[in-house]
């Protein structure tokens, strides 16, 4: 039995900054002369008055460990155990629990009580952390007093070179909070050491990259679709290429937790963007043991390698967005996936039709990889909207312009095979009398973003693995 509880008797937890609280003091004041009481008290150690026996719960174990979620809440013990409670002020209710010293005279008889400091956001948590059962599984690492976290997880090589948010157990709790899915179950197998990711580990990961709880169900999907055997992601970590997960998102969970997809929509400035991206590489890295000069031997990288993550433009009902063009459903949220180099800036400020620009395009998009190299890696055509307003005055949908530039992006081999054009570089000679697509059937996706002002778009490149299709493709998943 808590010290200061009535073994059998009255227990009200309350708090000053509550109006029905402090409507109900002179009750309280009653039930004290009628005895025995105690008052658990969660803001002012003061209030109420005239009370023998107030708590000063400013640490709020006390309400934890009573699961208090409102305020005034009126508990009987008998024998040292709760037998009954009730919440808010209602008079006919307290009077059958406390008898007549409970009637409130004068007062109205029902008015609604307050939330509990306990369960305010964030706080319930950090109560679990401290006084209850956390449930979670990962090690736990102690930190000295005068340690710096920060620094501590930087020793310990969770980071990718940029600080990590420390992952303490009331984080993760939060963390957890975002997603109705079990802490234990596992995601899947994370190379390159197939070790099992549960989504304790994934929320662990999240909470070092930034993440907030709601953008969990888009790390776990990222994750998922990241581990589908097409994508081939324990290929692409420890390939000696520039490639590394490109991350993009379509559908309503975007703009729920505020996704950039306008004005410098590939780069900084957006939490979402950067954390999301970034979570996925931090898994794979702490869980999967993925580490640059280990099993990742990429010769450059690149800077997407931190995070490389954006939504797609889609406030334009007449564009198809990349994943129903993907197959799923309008409507619904979902991730894709592209093997992803860095960004290669397209400018082309004359051409005024549609046909202009794709000619246009697809001289930029022919340098990708290499303009004698094809059919191996793909890309991604990111339209901004001053380029995409020149297709879409024209009549071009999504549907033509991908055919447009396919055909387009057409070269006789003869220009291509290695030795053309006094350039060792090229493609075999066997296909020197065929006309030679520049990518895989479906291996140029197209999205909108970015600001309204300025006619760049944006060319990303893909990965020479891409060039088995059977075996290597961009994924697109629903996020559940």
């Known amino acids: 039995m808590p010290d200061g509880y009535p073994r059998d008797g009255l227990v009200i937890v309350a708090k000053h900054d509550c109006p029905t609280c402090t409507l109900v003091e002179p009750v309280m004041q009653s039930l004290d002369r009628a005895g025995p009481l105690a008052v658990i008290t969660q803001d002012d150690p003061s209030f109420p008055s005239g009370v023998g026996t107030v708590i000063d719960d400013h640490d709020l174990q006390r309400s934890f460990h009573l699961n208090v979620e409102t305020v005034p809440t009126l508990i009987r013990f008998k024998g040292g155990r709760e037998v009954e409670r009730t919440v808010g002020w209602d008079r006919a209710e307290w009077i059958r629990l406390a008898g007549a010293a409970a009637a409130g005279d004068g007062l109205p008889a029902w008015q609604p009580g307050c939330g509990s400091k306990s369960v305010e956001p964030g706080v319930h948590e950090t109560l679990v952390a401290r006084y209850g059962d956390t449930g979670?599984?990962?090690?736990?690492?102690?930190?000295?007093?005068?340690?710096?976290?920060?620094e501590a997880c930087f020793e310990r090589g969770w980071s990718d070179g940029l600080p990590v948010v420390p992952p303490t157990d009331d984080r993760i709790l939060r963390m957890l909070g975002g997603t109705e899915r079990k802490p234990d179950e596992i995601v899947g197998l994370i190379p390159p050491n197939l070790a099992p990711c549960t989504v304790e580990k994934v929320a662990i990961n999240a909470v070092m990259a930034g993440c907030k709880p709601e953008y969990m169900p888009v790390v776990l999907g990222v994750l998922e679709a990241a581990l589908d055997p097409l994508f081939v992601l324990h290929g692409l970590l420890c390939t000696t290429h520039f490639s590394g997960p490109l991350v993009i998102i379509n559908g309503p969970a975007a703009r729920a937790i505020g996704m950039n997809s306008g004005v410098n929509a590939?780069?900084?400035?957006?939490?979402?963007?950067?954390?999301?991206?970034?979570?996925?590489?931090l898994i794979v890295r702490n869980v999967g043991g993925g580490l640059p000069g280990g099993m990742d031997r990429a010769t450059l990288g690149n800077p997407g390698k931190y995070t490389f993550c954006f939504a797609e433009d889609e406030s334009d009902p007449d564009w198809e967005p990349l994943a129903q063009r993907r197959g799923i459903a309008a409507g619904k949220s979902a991730v894709t996936l592209f093997h992803g180099e860095g960004v290669n800036g397209f400018i082309d400020q004359k051409s005024r039709s549609p046909d202009e620009l794709i000619r246009s395009l697809a001289m930029g998009l022919f340098g990708v990889g290499h303009p004698k190299l094809c059919l191996g890696?793909?890309?991604?055509?990111?339209?901004?909207?001053?380029?995409?307003?020149?297709?879409?005055?024209?009549?071009?949908?999504?549907?033509?312009?991908?055919?447009?530039?396919?055909?387009?992006?057409?070269?006789?081999?003869?220009?291509?095979?290695?030795?053309?054009?006094?350039?060792?570089?090229?493609?075999?000679?066997?296909?020197?009398?065929?006309?030679?697509?520049?990518f895989q059937p479906d291996g140029l996706l197209i999205v909108r973003a970015g600001g309204e002002a300025g006619l760049f778009s944006a060319i990303i490149g893909g990965w020479p693995g891409q060039s088995v299709r059977d075996e290597c493709q961009a994924v697109t998943h629903e996020i559940r």
Do not use: C
């Not at 599984?137 to 710096?148: F, H, L, N, Q, S």
């Not at 963007?273 to 979570?279: D, K, W």
């Not at 991908?402 to 006789?412: G, H, I, S, T, V």
């Not at 220009?415 to 020197?432: C, D, H, T, Y």
């Open 136 to 150: 979670l599984k990962a090690r736990a690492i102690a930190v000295g007093e005068w340690d710096d976290p920060i």
């Open 377 to 438: 890696g793909n890309a991604v055509l990111v339209l901004a909207p001053e380029h995409y307003k020149i297709f879409k005055d024209g009549g071009f949908n999504r549907r033509r312009i991908e055919d447009e530039l396919y055909k387009a992006l057409k070269r006789p081999g003869s220009e291509l095979v290695r030795g053309a054009q006094n350039i060792a570089e090229g493609m075999p000679p066997s296909f020197a009398d065929k006309m030679v697509d520049k």
């Open 266 to 281: 590939l780069g900084q400035g957006n939490r979402a963007n950067a954390t999301i991206g970034r979570a996925l590489q």
